[in-house]
């Protein structure tokens, strides 16, 4: 995905001194959960971000030029034990991620609205257990890697009736598997 910059963000990228920051957006069953790469909480959109501080770590973001699905892993150390079945207990696979990068100013404050650097579908979660705490690392995986998985819909009514309720367009298929069909001649 190429980036778009808007100005103020393309003359912070330049300066001598930059104060870049990240957010983590996760979309989870329970609720989305922010996060940023700061000390405290950040409010942006209308938001409130929780910081992670140094216990928040993102793997490096690849861009190619091929048309290939490339995947992250967002990693958050210190976790309490007793927040680790609440960790684990939560369906995460094919949940929505995003990350953001923004700057801000020596006064700390946000420069414009951060933009998505990735997006894509939480996949795995890897737990390192470290006694009274705890590292979870996340893999991410990009959108692209849809296309890869096999789509496994069906021309049946039942298939019809899970995806849309009440239609009945293909209640008639199985009778049609065994009649036979006289095309351009007369029945004998």
């Given at each position: 995905?190429?980036?778009?910059?808007?100005?103020?963000?393309?003359?912070?990228?330049?300066?001598?001194?930059?104060?870049?920051?990240?957010?983590?957006?996760?979309?989870?069953?329970?609720?989305?959960?922010?996060?940023?790469?700061?000390?405290?909480?950040?409010?942006?959109?209308?938001?409130?971000?929780?910081?992670?501080?140094?216990?928040?770590?993102?793997?490096?973001?690849?861009?190619?030029v091929?048309?290939?699905?490339?995947?992250?892993?967002?990693?958050?150390?210190?976790?309490?034990?007793?927040?680790?079945?609440?960790?684990?207990?939560?369906?995460?696979?094919?949940?929505?991620?995003?990350?953001y990068?923004?700057?801000?100013?020596?006064?700390?404050?946000?420069?414009?609205?951060?933009?998505?650097?990735?997006?894509?579908?939480?996949?795995?979660?890897?737990?390192?257990?470290?006694?009274?705490?705890?590292?979870?690392?996340?893999?991410?995986?990009?959108?692209?890697?849809?296309l890869?998985?096999?789509?496994?819909?069906?021309?049946t009514?039942?298939?019809?009736?899970a995806?849309?309720?009440?239609?009945?367009?293909?209640?008639?298929?199985?009778?049609?598997?065994?009649?036979?069909?006289?095309?351009?001649?007369?029945?004998?």
């Amino acid at each position: 995905m190429t980036l778009r910059l808007d100005e103020l963000t393309l003359v912070e990228t330049v300066k001598p001194v930059t104060r870049p920051i990240l957010l983590a957006e996760l979309d989870f069953v329970s609720g989305t959960k922010r996060l940023w790469s700061g000390v405290g909480n950040l409010v942006w959109n209308s938001l409130t971000w929780e910081g992670t501080g140094d216990l928040g770590r993102v793997s490096s973001i690849e861009e190619t030029v091929e048309l290939r699905a490339a995947g992250m892993s967002l990693q958050l150390a210190g976790v309490d034990a007793d927040d680790l079945t609440e960790v684990t207990a939560e369906p995460i696979q094919g949940r929505r991620a995003k990350v953001y990068i923004g700057f801000r100013d020596a006064n700390f404050q946000l420069i414009s609205d951060p933009i998505i650097i990735f997006d894509g579908r939480m996949d795995t979660i890897e737990i390192i257990d470290g006694g009274p705490t705890a590292t979870i690392t996340m893999k991410v995986e990009n959108r692209l890697r849809d296309l890869e998985r096999a789509r496994t819909r069906r021309y049946t009514d039942a298939d019809q009736q899970a995806r849309f309720e009440g239609d009945v367009g293909l209640q008639y298929v199985p009778a049609l598997q065994e009649i036979d069909i006289p095309w351009g001649r007369t029945r004998d």
